[in-house]
């Protein structure tokens, strides 16, 4: 019977004429899913981060620190096409690294959430860098091609939460203040209260760069419910 | 002295092609035992286990000789098992989302069973291993009859070796409810 069988494959092997592939056919297959892999987590450093900058030039990313309210306009400012682009670059990531002993031994939650972890990690490490302050720079001078600096454009943006301001202080008087926008365009009035929330304390002198939540009646006061100053400075235009 | 299955492949990829036959021997008991018991179909099973051997030597290339031929064998195999269930049963989908893969769970270790646990487990099996599923079946197959550990079936399997401990658990309850005579998807 063995040898029946073994004659019977061999002869099959013979007749169909069936040849072994070649080492360079898997070597170049192996070297295709590793450039995949590295370009799903090249786009998915560059995507994610792009989400943190964003987060963090509208002011958003900032507002948890006013607690609960805070941390509703961080989600409703929300980069969201951003966001669906990081799960679907994820989950082809997953699908090219689960052929590979290190992601298929695990359960699926686990290699996912840790391919989600690292590049959440490098994500906001990259975004604490001037790359996409350059980028955006070179963009919106029309010094990048169009692939790059479409990313830039208004698409890609959260919207921007109609309780939020974001602007550097022009005037102070007590128990209010006035803001400019970064780039210079419109004015608001900032009214603290009592209960205004100052994380950060009551310091602010003209030149600060400060993020305000709160109610807005419509016009360009608003009710400041918190207020804190971040880092970063800006040039009144 | 005889070589390992791994010195032989090594052989095959450096040109001796005829030396495959060696494999084919080998390995031929071992994956007609495999194709009969999960396709529960004699006749089927010896022409599948000529299209995995063909399968083999296409892609022997690929084969990492610092690395077990067992279990890449065996994977190949798998794949021919599952795509020729996958025809047969067009109507009924053989592996879809499989939730067993998706959470961790704790029973992963790798348990010994006693003698007469082991023996019992046999008997039942031999007598009850049609009435499983395909997934359950695989597994129990692997496990008592080819005699491989948890972590030979989760390189077959492409799954988490804890899901492998998984299925084998859930696998020999059913088994037991079948002995009793119950409905063991109950």
Redesign the interface.
Known sequence: M??D??????A??EK?G??????W??ILLSALAAAGILILVIALLYVISLAFFFLREGGAWYAPSFGGRGWFVLLHSAPLLLLILVAIFALILEILV??Y?FA???????SLGGILVVVFLGGFVLAQTSFHRRMEFEAHHGYLPPPMGFWYGSMFRPPHPPDMRRGVIVMEEPGRFVIIGPDGEGTSTVILTPKTRLPYGEDFAPGDMVIVIGDADGTDTIRAFGVRTIEERMEIQ | MTETDEQVALA??GGA??R??EL??RY??KLLRYARKFLLDPEDA?DIV?DT??KA??????FDTSRRFSPWIYRIAHNEFVNALKKKESRRTVFTIDFD?????LQAVDTADSVALERDTRETLEKHLDKLDAKYREPLILYYLESMDY?EI??IL??????VGVRLARARAMLQKQAKGQNIYE
């Open positions: 063995s040898e069988f073994r004659d019977k494959v061999m099959m092997i169909k069936v040849a072994m592939r070649p080492r056919h898997f689960r052929k002993s298929y031994r695990a359960p699926l939650t686990m | 095959v990829q092609a005829n495959f036959g084919v021997e031929e008991a010896q000529q051997f063909i030597y296409e892609n022997l290339q690929s893969t998706l959470f961790p769970y972590r989760a390189d492409h799954i988490p070796v804890s899901t």
